[in-house]
């Protein structure tokens, strides 16, 4: 175990290292190009393949035949490069495929933004991804690692948020872990299933309505029964990298009156009003969701429902609706009894700048 400091995108990168990506397919965007630029560096150290394509949607498509072929691969992408996968991203899920990809987190266009919000990966919630959001760089190796554990378990593709340029080009002390320790957790890829011309298989093939609406259902069971397969990983991971992960965080939650809901970097300025706020005698608290897609509601009641505000904080919004994440809140507390109000804030699109006293003022108008 070495301990370096390090920009998130490296330790994205060093994270892939430690899973021993088999191959990497690559197309740059701000700001998520340091991580193809460091892996390409880097590949070699461990017997990877690194190819160069000519747009995003190569990229994920590229990824899809590696899968198919028996491959562990990766790719990064970000803001308008994940909008144009789309499309595969629906394929990737529907083929039962796993993946790790990472998607720096940035605005989209109009007008041009290169700062970081969540429209772009919360638009592809409904895709069948898990999605997991991270705080830290830390956290950003750690959760690759742990991606390909669940994706390959439950054989669908696993997308990894960092927020851009927060995270992706600020610098933190990160731990490297032992790649002894990281194979003991994350084997080498069997997989189930592959192109094989000794023992055939297709993949994507045309479906009946009856075999395409089974399969459509199979996702929805599998994404919602993998709370189990989560708190596996979770474990294992503590006890063989000796870090310990959740589905969400709470932070001084036990009494707390008003709750902020909170993803990404912003729960370190989330955490630091919270702290300024109790020295006042207020009593406040936070949730960091880090699992977003299956949406950990079960989880969220037994911290939420006690108090009796929750401020959420979107960083994306469903236009005329409300945003992403209040959105997923109400769902899972419309059937609980004297469930906490719920305030709905959209905050730091584009990169706006929020800092502890904008989150006090928050609460003092609620």
Same mark, same amino acid.
């Given at each position: 175990?070495?301990? &370096?400091?390090m ?15 088999? %191959? ?7 700001? *998520? ?8 560096? !880097?590949?070699?150290?461990w017997?990877?393949?690194?190819v160069? %394509?000519e ?13 198919a ?8 992408t970000?803001? =308008?490069?994940?909008?144009l996968m789309?499309?595969?991203l =629906? ?5 039962r495929?796993? /993946? ?6 940035r605005?989209?266009? +109009?007008?041009?933004?290169?700062w970081?919000?969540q429209?772009?990966s919360?638009?592809?919630r ?11 760089c ?5 959760t690759?690692i ?7 378990k !439950? ?6 948020m960092i ?9 933190e002390?990160v731990e ?6 990281v194979?003991?957790? /994350?084997?080498?890829?069997?997989? *189930?299933f592959?192109?094989?011309?000794n023992?055939?298989?297709? #993949?994507g093939?045309?479906?009946s309505?009856?075999n395409?609406y ?11 029964? +993998?709370?189990k %397969?989560?708190e596996?990983c979770?474990? =294992? #991971?503590?006890?063989t !990298? ?12 036990e &009494?707390?009156?008003? !709750? ?5 970097? /912003?729960t ?5 009003a919270?702290d300024?706020?109790?020295e006042?005698g ?6 960091k ?5 299956? #949406? ?9 429902v006690?108090?009796?505000s929750?401020?959420v /904080?979107?960083?994306a %919004?469903s236009y005329?609706?409300?945003g ?7 769902s899972?507390?419309?059937n609980v009894?004297?469930?906490? &109000? ?19 003022e ?5």
């Amino acid at each position: 175990m070495s301990k &370096d400091m390090m920009m998130g995108s490296d330790a994205v990168a060093f994270g892939v290292k430690l899973a021993r990506a088999d %191959v990497i397919f690559a197309y740059p965007i701000t700001p *998520q190009t340091h991580i193809i630029e460091t892996l390409s560096e !880097i590949v070699d150290s461990w017997g990877g393949k690194f190819v160069n %394509v000519e747009s995003e949607f190569s990229a994920i498509s590229s990824c899809y035949g590696a899968v198919a072929t028996g491959s562990r691969a990766f790719t990064a992408t970000s803001s =308008h490069g994940l909008l144009l996968m789309h499309e595969f991203l =629906h394929w990737f899920a529907g083929s039962r495929m796993p /993946l790790v990809m990472v998607n720096a987190n940035r605005a989209v266009g +109009s007008p041009w933004n290169i700062w970081a919000d969540q429209a772009d990966s919360m638009a592809q919630r409904d895709t069948g991804w898990f999605q997991i959001y991270c705080e830290t760089c830390q956290e950003a190796l750690d959760t690759i690692i742990q991606g390909y554990y669940i994706s390959e378990k !439950i054989l669908l593709p696993v997308m990894v948020m960092i927020d851009g340029f927060i995270l992706s080009h600020t610098m933190e002390e990160v731990e490297v872990h032992e790649q002894e320790r990281v194979d003991a957790f /994350l084997p080498s890829y069997a997989p *189930q299933f592959k192109l094989d011309v000794n023992h055939p298989h297709s #993949f994507g093939g045309p479906a009946s309505p009856d075999n395409y609406y089974r399969f459509r259902k199979t996702i929805q069971a599998d994404l919602t029964d +993998s709370f189990k %397969v989560l708190e596996d990983c979770h474990t =294992h #991971f503590a006890n063989t !990298i000796r870090t310990r992960y959740n589905l969400i965080e709470a932070y001084r939650c036990e &009494d707390a009156e008003v !709750i902020f809901m909170v993803s990404g970097a /912003l729960t370190g300025t989330t955490r630091v009003a919270v702290d300024m706020m109790r020295e006042k005698g207020l009593k406040v608290g936070l949730v960091k969701v880090r699992v977003f897609r299956p #949406f950990p509601k079960d989880a969220l009641r037994q911290v939420l429902v006690p108090s009796r505000s929750v401020i959420v /904080l979107n960083r994306a %919004v469903s236009y005329g609706a409300q945003g992403t994440m209040s959105q997923e809140l109400r769902s899972a507390l419309y059937n609980v009894p004297e469930k906490p &109000d719920i305030y709905d804030v959209i905050i730091s699109l584009g990169g706006k700048e929020v800092f502890p006293d904008t989150l006090m003022e928050i609460v003092n108008d609620i």
